[in-house]
């Protein structure tokens, strides 16, 4: 039977930057990512209508898939990292900020990623999976996942690193700062600041009254991160927010911590429900669900640079009917996948992003008011020594 063309031309163009140690596992791992493409699914049954060239009873087909995620060799830094490093070459010397958090599978494992903030969503930049019930994970669990993040960051990055509160650690503050990285993280109600003026005070005893902010620049928490805080109490958002940034605050720091929750969540509900419905695996394995993700993320990866490359030629229309773009680039470039595949016309020579930061997907006129919505507060307040 003839080779599929989508995974004739995924192979062809992967092994441009994938050296893998058997040219085997280069066919499995394009195979895989066709797969993955075309059936929109994680779970590896789904995956055995588009393995058919191979002549294969579907018994043979699952146990070569098993063994396909749990060899050792399959990994991110012989296969995502170095197709990764291509997709964000524009970006030496950029100021980029990047997202870390965590996601729960089955009650069972925890999904760590550290994932780069663009066009609205989210690239991940590194990741694994380990068997952790819990949302919470300590820095020694999660340093290796930011070491694995540094090494593909193109050269001279200006990074800002976002994080909710669970991440409140000093032991991960003074390795950014060693790093030479910014960051805005999240801070607890109970955490102890000690105040330019000499006091110390929790956070929840430095929230403002309703409608207002407070800025207080250069503080001291967990004995000796030196950062600064803002404090903010609105009412439409629910509770009374808090960050700590390594920069000196302003009003532009809630802005800028807001992208994580325009880039880190979508991204993970793309893993579970919006694209590729990993909840449906039968994997409970920490490795195999390691490499499953790692396998996604190259699927979306490519989809998300197809989706960005039909937007930039001004076809997005035949596939987006909104007034602006409604489809984040990876929904975009699934569509226009199967557009292809069902035109027989060849998959486009994947091609680097460009270094600026595209607006996000805007799907409907409430949501792009509420984007375009300024925030007022009645009073700021900041405070100093």
């Known amino acids: 039977m003839e080779l599929p063309q989508l995974y004739r031309q995924l192979e062809t163009q992967l092994r441009q930057y994938v050296l893998p140690k058997d040219r085997r596992h280069l066919q499995g791992y394009a195979e895989a990512v066709a797969a993955i493409l075309q059936s929109g699914s994680a779970c590896l049954s789904h995956w055995l209508p588009f393995l058919d060239h191979r002549g294969c009873g579907a018994r043979a087909h699952m146990e070569r898939l098993s063994y396909l995620v749990h060899n050792e060799h399959i990994n991110a830094t012989r296969y995502y990292q170095p197709l990764l490093a291509q997709f964000i070459a524009e970006f030496e010397g950029e100021s980029l900020v990047l997202t870390l958090d965590t996601s729960i599978l089955w009650d069972t494992f925890c999904l760590i990623e550290v994932c780069l903030a663009w066009g609205g969503r989210s690239i991940t930049l590194a990741q694994t999976v380990i068997r952790h019930g819990s949302a919470t994970v300590g820095f020694e669990t999660y340093r290796r ?84 805080l803002a404090t903010a109490h609105l009412s439409a958002a629910g509770e009374p927010w808090s960050v700590l940034s390594k920069q000196p605050v302003s009003l532009q720091t809630f802005a800028l911590y807001g992208q994580r929750f325009g880039g880190i969540e979508p991204h993970f509900k793309d893993y579970k429900s919006a694209a590729f419905d990993i909840l449906r695996s039968h994997l409970r394995d920490a490795t195999a669900l390691t490499c499953l993700i790692m396998l996604l993320d190259t699927a979306a990866l490519i989809a998300l640079g197809l989706g960005f490359f039909t937007m930039h030629l001004g076809q997005h229309t035949r596939l987006d ?65």
């Open 145 to 228: 996942v930011l070491e694995a993040a540094q090494t593909v960051l193109p050269a001279g990055a200006q990074v800002t690193l976002l994080a909710d509160r669970g991440f409140e650690h000093g032991e991960l503050m003074r390795w950014l700062d060693q790093q030479q990285w910014d960051w805005v993280i999240r801070a607890k109600s109970d955490l102890i600041v000690h105040l330019a003026s000499g006091r110390q005070r929790p956070v929840r005893a430095l929230l403002p009254p309703a409608e207002e902010v407070y800025l207080f620049n250069q503080v001291t928490v967990l004995d000796d991160i030196d950062c600064h």
């Open 321 to 385: 009917w909104h007034q602006r773009r409604g489809f984040s680039f990876l929904q975009l470039g699934l569509r226009e996948l199967s557009r292809l595949r069902y035109q027989h016309l060849p998959l486009p020579s994947l091609s680097p992003l460009p270094k600026c930061n595209p607006p996000p997907a805007c799907a409907s006129i409430r949501k792009q008011q509420s984007g375009d919505y300024r925030i007022e507060f009645s009073r700021i307040t900041r405070f100093s020594g």
